[in-house]
């Protein structure tokens, strides 16, 4: 009875993640819309409430432009991915293969696309709303900590913001290539995926050195500044332990990206 209960919640799940997906899918483009209306209107709002308003036209584009960036990074990691992988080209694999672990019979695209574990589905298309989510929730980080600054802030503050900002429109852009290439089955994403969770932890080194050898830090900036940074690889750090064994492991994945199932016992 118990077994019955798990396998018909499994099936009820399997069935809303994979609708979830489809929905998401047809949606980008406005979803897209939504995001540079919202973006570019948070940007004008916090120029609006700066420290030291912008005085003319050209300041006033000068400090926009940092959130214009930021709005179009991940627009454009979206669209450059799926130019470079159109749902109507049959992708290959990697010349070498990095992922070992487990038994595996291998399977050619035509059967892996038969296969019932083909596809984002269930905790993959939990993975993959998440990349999506990642990009809003990064950039609402970096609007609530950093004030919109012009060239009259100090030196410390423009080095803090120019990092910080370049920091959130680098990782939006992979994360929205990272959110495509899993949503069209690429046999790149897994690796990608670890390529930028490695990227995002160097970033944060890079900010580090970046604003503590600015000139005129304040004491009390820099703990906060060290202590956001830390927290930023302790959530990266905590997203690769809960996801790199699913994807190393989880049959899905394998039959998905890799075109492989696991081995029968027998």
């Known amino acids: 009875m118990l077994n019955h209960t798990i396998k018909t919640w499994h099936r009820i799940l399997l069935r809303r993640s994979i609708r979830a997906i489809s929905v998401l899918e047809a949606r980008l483009d406005p979803i897209i819309t939504g995001w540079i209306v919202i973006m570019v209107g948070a940007g004008l709002f916090k120029i609006l409430r700066a420290p030291i ?16 960036l930021v709005c179009l990074a991940p627009v454009a990691g979206y669209r450059i991915a799926s130019g470079s992988f159109p749902t109507h080209i049959l992708p290959g694999q990697p010349l070498v293969r990095l992922a070992q672990f487990g038994r595996w019979r291998q399977l050619g695209l035509m059967s892996a696309r038969r296969h019932p574990a083909y596809g984002p589905a269930g905790l993959l298309a939990s993975l993959i709303i998440g990349l999506l989510l990642n990009i809003p929730v990064r950039t609402l980080e970096l609007l609530a900590a950093m004030p919109a600054l012009n060239a009259q802030a100090p030196v410390w503050a423009r080095t803090m913001n120019i990092a910080m900002t370049g920091d959130v429109i680098v990782m939006n852009f992979f ?11 690429v046999p790149l994403f897994p690796r990608l995926l670890v390529f930028t969770w490695c990227m995002d932890i160097v ?43 699913y994807l190393l492991l989880s049959e899905r994945v394998n039959v998905t990206f890799r075109w492989r199932a696991a081995r029968s016992a027998g």
Request: net charge positive; with cysteine.
């Open 175 to 185: 994360y929205a290539v990272c959110f495509v290439l899993a949503l069209r089955s």
């Open 203 to 245: 970033m944060q080194f890079v900010i580090a050195r970046a604003v503590t050898g600015a000139p005129g830090l304040p004491d009390a900036i820099r703990g906060l500044l060290l202590h956001l940074l830390q927290g930023n690889i302790d959530k990266v750090l905590i997203s690769a332990f809960i996801w790199l064994p």
């Open 53 to 68: 308003p912008p005085h003319g036209a050209q300041s006033m584009l000068a400090t926009l432009f940092p959130y214009l």
